[in-house]
């Protein structure tokens, strides 16, 4: 098990970086933030705009410990990079790490996460949590959400994934599928 220094959770959230979502996905974010900062989870996303980015600003707000994993290799670059990476640069993260590349430090991330979670989400999002399930990690995904979300217990039976032996939880309340992610770890 890979906990912070504290021992708290840490959960890796992939979501779409989309910045123009609807008011139904905010507030989806904003609780999910709030429940996570509850929980005293650590929270670590790609360091992108969109939903990801609304979690970590309100698990922030309520206290929590934010990690961004940016696409770039230094500060200079992340504020280059801010449009065409899509950089949440707003200082809603207690700590800053810097990769080459999405799929670098989408691995990395993983890697360092004691858990997954995924709501709504596109391409990028899709091709997390697939590698997290690759990789054995705990991954819950939040059903009608919106996205791919909402097609992954398809995906996971098409192509033959046992959910319950592999720790993944598929469900619609985002409460029960956090705390049976922090369940797999405790």
């Given at each position: 098990?890979?906990?912070?220094?504290?021992?708290?959770?840490?959960?890796?959230?992939?979501?779409?970086?989309?910045?123009?979502?609807?008011?139904?996905?905010?507030?989806?974010?904003?609780?999910?933030?709030?429940?996570?900062?509850?929980k005293n989870c650590v929270i670590l996303t790609g360091g992108c705009i969109g939903l990801p980015?609304?979690?970590?600003?309100?698990?922030?707000?309520?206290?929590?410990?934010?990690?961004?994993?940016?696409?770039?290799?230094?500060?200079?670059?992340?504020?280059?990079?801010?449009?065409?990476?899509?950089?949440?640069?707003?200082?809603?993260?207690?700590?800053?790490?810097?990769?080459?590349?999405?799929?670098?430090?989408?691995?990395?991330?993983?890697?360092?996460?004691?858990?997954?979670?995924?709501?709504?989400?596109?391409?990028?999002?899709?091709?997390?949590?697939?590698?997290?399930?690759?990789?054995?990690?705990?991954?819950?995904?939040?059903?009608?959400?919106?996205?791919?979300?909402?097609?992954?217990?398809?995906?996971?039976?098409?192509?033959?994934?046992?959910?319950?032996?592999?720790?993944?939880?598929?469900?619609?309340?985002?409460?029960?599928?956090?705390?049976?992610?922090?369940?797999?770890?405790?």
């Amino acid at each position: 098990m890979k906990k912070s220094k504290n021992n708290k959770i840490k959960i890796a959230v992939f979501s779409s970086a989309y910045n123009n979502p609807n008011q139904e996905h905010i507030d989806m974010a904003q609780k999910i933030g709030k429940y996570l900062a509850e929980k005293n989870c650590v929270i670590l996303t790609g360091g992108c705009i969109g939903l990801p980015a609304m979690v970590a600003a309100h698990a922030h707000a309520f206290g929590a410990e934010t990690v961004a994993y940016y696409p770039d290799v230094s500060e200079k670059e992340l504020i280059k990079n801010k449009k065409v990476h899509n950089n949440d640069i707003d200082g809603n993260y207690s700590e800053k790490k810097f990769y080459d590349g999405f799929t670098k430090r989408s691995i990395e991330m993983i890697h360092d996460a004691d858990v997954a979670l995924a709501f709504n989400g596109r391409l990028g999002t899709l091709s997390e949590i697939t590698v997290a399930i690759e990789e054995g990690l705990p991954t819950g995904i939040i059903e009608k959400s919106g996205g791919v979300s909402d097609e992954m217990r398809k995906l996971c039976t098409l192509v033959g994934r046992d959910l319950e032996y592999e720790n993944i939880t598929i469900d619609a309340d985002y409460e029960k599928v956090i705390d049976e992610l922090i369940q797999y770890v405790r």
